[in-house]
């Protein structure tokens, strides 16, 4: 860490006396480029930096650390819909209790609860929910973004750029990472789960298509519950395939009328799968690839995320005429589900996620 850089992290929930987010950065270079102290600047000494904390720093109002986070969610599609809960630290280990439930059978429902209707038995035999406890690692998201020297001489341009940089490229890897991270380094991502289901295509599929009867296997497959929540997540190539349903020899009139284009059930801002929105998404696999469909109720994917922090240095890009600011936050996710369960009547499991095998 050069003499110019500059770390900080979230002070109160005032905004610490700045205008705004582009105002507080233009007196942070100052501070660290120019030498000039602004007295609403709140030094800290240690704790600011993850790796010296002896190494000082300025504190960044929380209400500005906590909307560059909010403009991530705001801008992703899947992180927003996921269970997410952020810490009050850094993230650097957590542990909570999860339900340890892989049936929805009477004596396995939230691991182990029984209720009965007081004529079933004469005597309430004993229940106990069975929890397991959920870990998650703080996986270090970290973006770069440089700013010119021209843009700090207006905040509300450099406020503008610097948000809509660090919202859109760091939700496009949050919703990368929730739906396919291998879990090493970054979080476990939908795809790579343990309790996803693969929905194999019908024997002489042609490559690259989906089908009627793909899309009501993989409905099947969803527990009853998870359906009032679901969505497809579907890549962009797909959406021809889906708006082709019914057309293909051989399918139903009914089948035809499962997807509802945009717009044409009185304003649906997202086109409809047997009634649950259609996502199409940069960052699922090509089309023909298992994952290029996925059927998820994303409240079943867990996210945890820690405390965000900023570092600033103004001699990475010296000869550019440029300064670049790093912002970093620890975040992991999973699946809140080990294995996929078995259902209250019948043998074929079901999962919160299902995709379609590779044709």
Wanted: proline share 6%; charged share 20%; with cysteine.
């Amino acid at each position: 860490m050069t003499h110019h850089e500059r770390r900080f992290s979230s002070a109160s929930l005032s905004d610490g006396g700045f205008r705004s987010l582009g105002e507080f950065l233009i007196a942070v270079r100052r501070a660290a480029v120019d030498q000039l102290q602004d007295r609403r600047l709140l030094v800290t000494r240690s704790g600011a930096n993850e790796v010296d904390p002896t190494a000082g720093g300025f504190a960044v109002p929380e209400v500005y650390s906590a909307r560059v986070i909010r403009s991530i969610y705001e801008s992703a599609m899947l992180a927003p819909l996921c269970d997410v809960t952020e810490t009050g630290s850094p993230l650097a280990s957590f542990k909570e209790p999860a339900i340890d439930e892989t049936s929805r059978q009477d004596g396995a429902r939230w691991g182990g609860m029984v209720s009965y209707w007081e004529a079933e038995a004469e005597q309430i035999g004993a229940s106990k929910p069975r929890f397991r406890l959920n870990e998650f690692t703080g996986h270090k998201l970290t973006q770069l973004c440089y700013v010119t020297n021209e843009l700090f001489r207006d905040s509300a341009l450099l406020e503008s750029h610097f948000e809509r940089a660090m919202a859109e490229e760091g939700s496009f890897k949050l919703d990368a990472a929730i739906l396919k991270g291998t879990g090493a380094g970054v979080p476990l991502g939908i795809l790579n789960s343990p309790c996803l289901i693969t929905v194999n295509p019908a024997a002489g599929q042609a490559p690259g298509t989906i089908t009627g009867a793909n899309v009501e296997e993989m409905w099947k497959r969803t527990p009853i519950p998870c359906r009032r929540r679901a969505v497809w997540l579907v890549n962009e190539d797909a959406e021809e395939q889906l708006s082709g349903i019914g057309a293909a020899v051989g399918e139903t009139s009914a089948m035809a009328a499962t997807y509802i284009p945009q717009g044409a059930a009185g304003g649906n801002p997202y086109p409809l799968l047997k009634g649950r929105p259609v996502f199409a998404i940069e960052q699922a696999p090509q089309l023909g690839t298992p994952g290029d469909v996925v059927l998820a109720d994303l409240q079943s994917y867990r996210v945890i995320q820690g405390a965000p922090r900023f570092a600033m240095s103004a001699d990475v890009a010296f000869l550019t005429d440029e300064m670049a600011f790093r912002f970093t936050f620890r975040v992991d996710g999973k699946p809140s589900y080990l294995t996929p369960i078995t259902p209250y009547n019948g043998s074929q499991t079901r999962s919160p996620f299902v995709t379609l095998g590779a044709r």
